[in-house]
Nanobody, 121 residues
């Protein structure tokens, strides 16, 4: 059973930056990896996804501000978040999927427990 553990969340003022990390319990090389978020009272949404060939896709609201990356040697996934806005406040989850291009849909196979990101104005 693949396990994922997120870290790096916290509280930051608008305009600030945070870097989320996700460590995976097994080799990540063949998995699509993604970051998702869920704010109170809202549905979970896909933020960014990276395929095994490092092709990336972002939701429109974070393009140009967030960068997803992976390090298969370290079995890790990252999300660099810059120019944070209050509307980025949410619990952020990392996820893995066996499909090569899993995209931003929420039907990933494996999920972490989440890390809280709070952006104040």
């Amino acid at each position: 059973q693949l396990q994922l553990v997120e870290s790096g969340g916290g509280s930051v003022q608008a305009g600030g930056s945070l870097r989320l990390s996700c460590v995976v319990s097994t080799s990540t090389a063949r998995y699509s990896l993604g970051w998702f978020r869920q704010a109170p009272g809202k549905l979970r949404e896909g933020v960014a996804s990276i395929a095994p060939d490092s092709n990336t896709i972002y939701t429109a609201s974070v393009k140009g501000r967030f960068t997803i990356s992976r390090d298969n040697a370290k079995k890790a996934l990252y999300l660099q978040m810059n120019s944070l806005k209050p509307e980025d406040t949410a619990t952020y989850y990392c996820a893995a999927d066996r499909r090569y291009y899993a995209g931003l849909g929420s039907n990933y196979d494996y999920w972490g427990q989440g890390t809280q990101v709070t952006v104040s104005s």
